[in-house]
T-cell receptor, first 112, second 114 residues
């Protein structure tokens, strides 16, 4: 199945600083999804990127899909304590054998 | 969006016993998935459960250890059999919906095996 590497594993920032997590694949991806898991919670879907070079924004969050569709990033501007959690990228294999494979995640902690 | 509930939310079990986890979706769905998330780790897919057919297990997971039922389009169970401390994890069920193939997760079952 498809594999995706995610870095960094951990990131600690001061409130107001920016944060970025990256996902990379050795193969071309059909799409990539991003999820957020708050401490003690379950993963919650944030967004799906499909097109080469796509950029999508959700308030302070900016998601990018690389031109070659092999990498993606999630950038948070001016972090807040509510941004704390683990951010996962996930890639799907389509068709009748559909499944979602998750990256290892980036745990973000924010110091108020 | 799908709303998923799981029972139990947590349990502490003795080694050698079995636990059945229930997953209920508020709408009919074709595919349901069971994941395991070990402490501080990512999610690993255990199996895919389609109604009316045998579950499809991922590498490293077998039916004897993790039998799954899928009696209808809104419900599934996962049994963790003959448990050992290594089975201590969060078990999550999920389904996907919509054109974006968004995956929705239940709140998880936190299992501790002593």
């Amino acid at each position: 199945g498809q594999q995706v590497m995610q870095i960094p594993q951990y990131q600690h920032v001061q409130e107001g600083e920016d944060f970025t997590t990256y996902c990379n694949s050795s193969t071309t991806l059909s799409n990539i999804q991003w999820y957020k898991q708050r401490p003690g919670g379950h993963p919650v879907f944030l967004i799906q990127l499909v097109k080469s070079g796509e950029v999508k924004k959700q308030k302070r969050l900016t998601f990018q899909f690389g031109e070659a569709k092999k990498n993606s990033s999630l950038h948070i501007t001016a972090t807040q304590t509510t941004d704390v959690g683990t951010y996962f990228c996930a890639v799907s294999s389509g068709g009748s054998n559909y499944k979602l494979t998750f990256g290892k995640g980036t745990l973000l902690t924010v110091n108020p | 969006s799908a709303v998923i509930s799981q029972k139990p939310s947590r349990d502490i079990c003795q080694r050698g016993t079995s636990l059945t986890i229930q997953c209920q979706v508020d709408s009919q769905v074709t595919m349901m998935f069971w994941y395991r998330q070990q402490p501080g780790q990512s999610l690993t897919l255990i199996a895919t459960a389609n109604q009316g057919s045998e579950a499809t297990y991922e590498s490293g997971f077998v039916i004897d250890k993790f039998p799954i039922s899928r009696p209808n389009l809104t419900f599934s169970t996962l049994t963790v059999s003959n448990m050992s401390p290594e089975d201590s994890s969060i078990y999550l069920c999920s389904t996907r919906q919509g054109w974006q193939e968004t995956q929705y997760f239940g709140p998880g079952t936190r299992l501790l095996v002593l």
